[in-house]
């Protein structure tokens, strides 16, 4: 039998390992194909069920090439029904040379929803896709709340670091290479 999988993805956070892992500008993608390829590599059998993405959407008025940008992004993700968008209105701070977006509650979001998985999602696996070390209480929670029944890993990429709970380094760790972004692009 093949265990579901949900893959929790801090977007710009992934995409943003491009650069430093690799030094290389980044570039959006593919997230279903991000969540089958991991699902493909944990050590039993699974298949990807849902794919969670955690993103700010850009003000349309303040920031249009950025609003055209992501909904067309949106647009090639949302014809799989495993894609789930979960988004907050990214803020903006009035500077000299106009307006700077930021991302703000995202990381809540993503939180909450990974304390929440073993009750939403009895039984299936989570992997969790991001470096930010603000989630670790919520991996934390996961962990205790989950009883053994959903097993969570994480994901980075080399050499960048990776969140793990103690000095055990766990829960195990994907690491993506810089030909599995091209391969997901």
Same mark, same amino acid.
């Given at each position: 039998?093949?265990?579901?999988?949900?893959?929790?993805?801090?977007?710009?956070?992934?995409?943003?390992?491009?650069?430093?892992?690799?030094? @290389?500008?980044?570039?959006?993608?593919? *997230?279903?194909?991000?969540? =089958?390829?991991?699902?493909?590599?944990?050590?039993?059998?699974?298949?990807?069920?849902?794919?969670?993405?955690?993103?700010?959407?850009?003000?349309?008025?303040?920031?249009? =090439?950025?609003?055209?940008?992501?909904?067309?992004?949106?647009?090639?993700?949302?014809?799989?029904?495993?894609?789930?968008?979960?988004?907050?209105?990214?803020?903006?701070?009035?500077? @000299?040379?106009?307006?700077?977006?930021?991302?703000?509650?995202?990381? *809540?979001?993503?939180?909450?929803?990974?304390?929440?998985?073993?009750?939403?999602?009895?039984?299936?696996?989570?992997?969790?896709?991001?470096?930010?070390?603000?989630?670790?209480?919520?991996?934390?929670?996961?962990?205790?709340?989950?009883?053994? =029944?959903?097993?969570? @890993?994480?994901?980075?990429?080399?050499?960048?670091?990776?969140?793990?709970?103690?000095?055990?380094?766990?829960?195990?760790?994907?690491?993506?290479?810089? =030909?599995?972004? @091209?391969?997901?692009?």
């Amino acid at each position: 039998m093949s265990r579901p999988v949900v893959i929790y993805v801090d977007y710009e956070n992934v995409r943003y390992w491009q650069r430093h892992a690799f030094s @290389e500008t980044p570039h959006d993608f593919s *997230v279903i194909r991000l969540g =089958e390829l991991l699902a493909s590599r944990r050590s039993e059998k699974s298949h990807l069920y849902s794919c969670r993405v955690y993103r700010g959407t850009p003000n349309r008025r303040l920031d249009s =090439e950025r609003w055209t940008k992501q909904h067309a992004w949106l647009q090639r993700q949302i014809i799989d029904h495993r894609f789930v968008f979960v988004t907050q209105d990214m803020k903006y701070r009035r500077s @000299e040379t106009g307006y700077t977006p930021r991302e703000k509650g995202v990381d *809540v979001s993503l939180a909450i929803d990974l304390v929440m998985h073993p009750f939403r999602f009895p039984r299936c696996a989570a992997i969790l896709l991001s470096r930010d070390e603000d989630l670790r209480p919520a991996l934390q929670a996961f962990v205790e709340h989950a009883e053994g =029944e959903c097993p969570i @890993e994480v994901a980075t990429c080399k050499p960048l670091s990776r969140l793990y709970l103690g000095r055990s380094l766990s829960p195990w760790s994907h690491y993506l290479t810089r =030909e599995d972004f @091209e391969l997901i692009r």
